[in-house]
Structure formats: C-alpha cells, structure tokens
C-alpha cells in the first residue's frame, strides 16, 4: 500500500502527549498492600508518569519493589508523590542519574537513539537489566503474520531524530540496537507492544469505540466482524513487565492478544455490553469508505482495512510472551475499565476525543451510504 496508509498505521502505533489520570499514589498505601517478593528490587523508570508508565509503577509498588522516576517533570507530576523523581531531559543530559544505582532499569520514553544509547551507555555499569519499550512497529513488513525473529525496520539515515508517523518504527528498531550495543543481550529485554488499550490511555485510539458507543444512534463501523484487530491491555503489558524485571526473562518479546482472536465484532459486542448504549452499527466495506475521498481508514483507529501491505498487522505472534506468562484478561474487562475510567474524565476532555471519526464526518459517510444504496 501507499506511504499515505503506511503513515496512518504507524501514525496509529505512536503515543503522543499525556493526561493526568488517576489519583496520586501513596508510598504508605502502595507498601501496605505489597506483596512483598524475596527480593526487592529497585526499579528505574525512564517515563513512569505517561500511559504506560503509572500503570507499571503502581504494580511494582504493589510487590514491594523501590521505585525511583525519571522525566521532565512535565507529565502527571502530582502522581507519585512520595517517589524520588529525579528530573532531567533526555535530550539534553542524565546528570540526575549520576550517583545512584538500580537493579532494572524500564525505558518508556526511549524514542530517539541518541537518547537511548545515552542513557544505556550511563546506566550499563551501575543497573543489571535494561527493560526497553518497544513497538512492533518496529518490524519492517506487517504484511504477513510474524514472530519475533521477523526483520527489523531500518532508517535510511540514522542521524535523524524527529520521529514522524513514518520515522517512528525504524527509529524504535535503530534504539534496540543502540540499547544492545551498550548492555549486551544477556542483559537486555524488549518488549514489543502493539496499541495499549485501558485506563489512562491519553491516543483515544481504542477508546474511541467505546466512547462513540456511548453517544449512541448510527455508528460506522469499518470492514466486517470479522476483521481481526489486536490490542494488549496496559494492565497486562505492566503486569508483564514486572515480571520480566522479577524473574529477569531477557529476550525480546511482542506483547500483544493472541493472534487471530480478538476481531472487530468482538469489539462492537465488548462496546455494547459495557455501555448498555443504543447503539446502532452500520457496517461500511473498505471499498466504500476508500471512495469517498475525505475520509481515510485513520478515522478507525485500531482496524487494520484489508490491504496487503497490512495482512499481518493484526497477525502478530504474543506465544513466546505467553510462554513466559502473559496473560491477557478477556477484553471485556477492558472495555468496561476504560469506558469507568473515561466517565470520570472532564467534559471538556470527552467532548474533544482524539481519534476517531468525527461526528460531522459521520453523518455524512451516513448519509451518503443510505443514497448510494
Ligand atoms: N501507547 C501505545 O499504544 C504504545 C504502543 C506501542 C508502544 N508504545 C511505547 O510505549 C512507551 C510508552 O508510551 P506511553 O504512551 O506511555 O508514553 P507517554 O504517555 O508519552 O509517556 C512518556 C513519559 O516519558 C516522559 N518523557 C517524555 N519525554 C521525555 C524526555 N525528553 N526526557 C525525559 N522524560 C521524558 C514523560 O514525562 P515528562 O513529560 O514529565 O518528561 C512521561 O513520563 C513508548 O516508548 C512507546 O513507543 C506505546
């Protein structure tokens, strides 16, 4: 397919932003309910105030685990309160990372090699495991189902740091290199989600479903049911990966729902059954929403249209992360968390959604279907 959709796919893998979400989380509260582990570790968490970052934070408290942050101090910073923030960019220096030392290290806001190289090359002698956030954007086709031996992305300059819905995943595969040139493979795990669904997630790009289901009526639904998607709950992916950091699993791994499973009917009854809404679907072939010019398949975030360059994108093997315990909950469970947690959203937020189709553009794909037919 054309870079035009090649952008939008990868467009739909890159987290931009962040919004506060979530009360802030006391050291007191979090070490009373630890299950404490025999060991405790201590954990670094380069962006832990994000989408994926809280969630990870809250299940390392949850075990026990001594938690230090990294960040700008930009993003949610009244959430953890109690954690020792160390402030800094990562485009201009590490110096707050200096003099401390840590048993793991999780890296969420490693997006340009640079930044990454640096901070492995600084936190290679004093941490023993580097957890990397990856992305199966990272692969370079998505054409066909994969694993995780599937080639990587490669940029054509690797100078480049302005990440774009195009630079993104070759920037992510160039950043694995750079963390393994530093910490070497025994000591490295990758983690190569594909879109985060849950609480907190700031994209809109799952929520979407749910949240126009809530409005209720006519609602355009892309493809058919059975059109595979896959999503992993970031409930889940924290879960994991605190697991790879407690039982140090070193590998690369896709974090993902089992391929093949979960479909965009699925999804349609998970909106449904947690909303309770009216809502109608109305269910337009690729074909039709392709020629209708102003709207493109970014406007249904999370399907993959039936394009051969994407064949596989919802095809993407999660066994070897099952193997070493993933579990992904029933996506009912959620669907229903995010619809409870976009309720205690502000208006202003909910009535300014970030992804999907918008209303205007609705009733006109609507309108026009009901005279095409
Ligand atoms: N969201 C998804 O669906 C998805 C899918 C696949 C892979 N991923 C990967 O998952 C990781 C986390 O994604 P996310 O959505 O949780 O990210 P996010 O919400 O944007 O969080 C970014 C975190 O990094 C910090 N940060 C950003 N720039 C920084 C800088 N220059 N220096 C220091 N700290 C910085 C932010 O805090 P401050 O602003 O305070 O600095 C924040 O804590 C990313 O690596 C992404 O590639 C995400």
């Not at 309160?81 to 160390?86: F, G, R």
């Not at 890296?107 to 990454?116: A, E, L």
């Not at 370079?140 to 080639?151: C, I, R, V």
Request: proline share 5%; charged share 25%.
């Amino acid at each position: 397919m054309d870079t035009k959709r090649r952008q939008i796919l990868k467009a739909g893998l890159l987290g931009t932003g962040a919004i506060a979400f979530g009360s802030p989380i006391h050291l007191s509260t979090a070490k009373n309910n630890a299950k404490l582990n025999s060991k405790s570790l201590r954990i670094l968490i380069l962006g832990g105030t994000g989408f994926l970052g809280p969630h990870m934070v809250r299940e390392a408290l949850k075990r026990g685990h001594d938690v230090t942050l990294f960040n700008r101090g930009r993003t949610n910073n009244a959430l953890f309160p109690d954690l020792l923030t160390l402030i800094g960019d990562r485009n201009k220096g590490l110096d707050a990372l200096l003099g401390h030392n840590w048993d793991v290290v999780i890296d969420n806001s490693g997006y340009v090699p640079r930044h990454v190289k640096d901070s492995a090359r600084l936190l290679a002698p004093i941490t023993s495991h580097y957890i990397y956030t990856s992305t199966v954007s990272a692969y370079a086709s998505l054409a066909k189902p994969l694993n995780e031996d599937a080639p990587l992305a490669k940029i054509a300059d690797e100078s480049i740091e302005t990440v774009t819905p195009e630079t993104y995943g070759p920037l992510k595969a160039l950043c694995e290199k750079k963390v393994a040139e530093e910490f070497g493979e025994n000591r490295l795990s990758i983690l190569r989600p594909t879109y985060v669904a849950g609480p907190g997630d700031h994209t809109d790009r799952y929520t979407y479903w749910l949240a126009r289901t809530l409005l209720g009526g006519e609602m355009v639904w892309p493809g058919s049911p059975e059109d595979m998607i896959q999503i992993i709950d970031v409930r889940d992916l924290a879960k994991f990966t605190i697991d790879v950091a407690d039982k140090n699993i070193i590998g690369t791994y896709n974090t993902v729902t089992p391929a093949g499973v979960f479909t965009m009917g699925d999804l349609l009854n998970d909106s449904l059954a947690v909303t309770g809404a009216e809502m109608v679907p109305v269910w337009m072939d690729y074909e039709f929403i392709q020629a209708q010019g102003n709207i493109d398949e970014s406007a249904f975030p999370i399907w993959i249209p039936p394009i051969s360059e994407y064949a596989g994108a919802a095809q993407v093997s999660g066994e070897k992360s099952v193997a070493q315990g993933l579990w992904n909950r029933p996506t009912r469970e959620t669907a229903r968390d995010t619809v409870a947690w976009w309720r205690t959203l502000p208006s202003e937020r909910t009535e300014n959604i970030r992804a999907g189709l918008s209303l205007q553009l609705e009733k006109e794909l609507l309108k026009r279907k009901t005279s095409f037919q």
